[in-house]
C-alpha cells in the first residue's frame, strides 16, 4: 500500500515538472498608450498584436500588463504585454514567470535593437541589456541575463542626439510596407521557440 501511493505521488511530481516545461511566457515589450502604439521602441507590443490577430486571440487587462493565452501542441503561450512602462518591464515579468511556475528557460524576451538594420533578427540565450531600459530592468529584477531575447532591428537612422526621438517616432513608409512580412516571420519565431526549441529556432530563423 505505501509503494503504491510513493509511485502514486511519484506519478503526479512527474507530471507536474512535465507540465511547466510546457508553459512559455512571451514578452513583447512596449510603453502603454495609444501615442506610441506604432513607434519603433513597441515592436514588442507590435508583434504580440500580430500573433494574437492572426490566431483569433483577445488580450485581457490582468495584473501588471494585458495577457492572452496562446495553445499549440500541448503547449501553452502565454503572451504578456506588460503595463509598467519599459523602465519597469522585470516586475511584470517576474510576477508572471512565479504565478505560472515556468521555468527561466521557457522566457523568450521581444524587444528592439538599434544596432541591427530594420527586420533583422537575432535570438540569443543570454546577453548583457545593450543599452536598453526594459531589458536593463529585467536582468535586475530577475538577477540573471540567462534568459532568451528576440531583437528586432530598427537600425539607427537618426542624427546625433535624436536618438529618443527617434526610437519614440513613428515607422517610416518603407518600413511600414516591410512589416507585414517581418511580423509574420516573427510570430514563426515565437511558435518555433516552444515547439522546436531554442537552438533549431536560432539556426533556422538568425539573421533571416
Do not use: C
Amino acid at each position: 500500500m505505501i509503494i503504491s501511493i510513493q509511485k502514486l505521488f511519484l506519478s503526479a511530481k512527474t507530471e507536474e515538472n512535465t507540465d511547466h516545461m510546457k508553459k512559455y511566457l512571451i514578452v513583447g515589450l512596449g510603453n502603454i498608450g495609444a501615442e506610441y502604439v506604432n513607434t519603433r521602441h513597441n515592436i514588442g507590443f507590435k508583434v504580440l498584436d500580430f500573433l494574437a490577430k492572426k490566431e483569433s486571440l483577445s488580450f485581457e487587462t490582468a495584473k501588471l500588463g494585458a495577457m492572452a493565452e496562446y495553445k499549440l501542441k500541448g503547449r501553452t503561450f502565454f503572451l504578456l504585454k506588460p503595463n509598467t512602462y519599459m523602465n519597469l518591464s522585470g516586475k511584470a515579468v517576474k510576477y508572471w514567470m512565479d504565478k505560472e511556475n515556468i521555468p527561466l528557460e521557457n522566457i523568450l524576451v521581444i524587444t528592439d535593437d538599434l544596432n541591427l538594420s530594420f527586420g533583422t533578427i537575432r535570438i540569443k540565450p543570454k546577453g548583457s541589456d545593450g543599452g536598453h531600459n526594459g531589458l536593463k530592468n529585467i536582468n535586475l529584477v530577475l538577477n540573471t541575463q540567462q534568459y532568451t531575447r528576440f531583437r528586432f532591428g530598427i537600425s539607427d537612422q537618426f542624427k546625433k542626439g535624436q536618438q529618443i526621438d527617434y526610437v519614440l517616432g513613428d515607422w517610416d513608409e518603407e518600413e511600414k510596407a516591410k512589416l507585414p512580412e517581418r511580423l509574420e516571420v516573427a510570430s514563426e519565431i515565437i511558435k518555433s521557440f516552444g515547439t522546436a526549441g531554442l537552438e533549431n529556432t536560432m539556426t533556422t530563423f538568425n539573421g533571416k
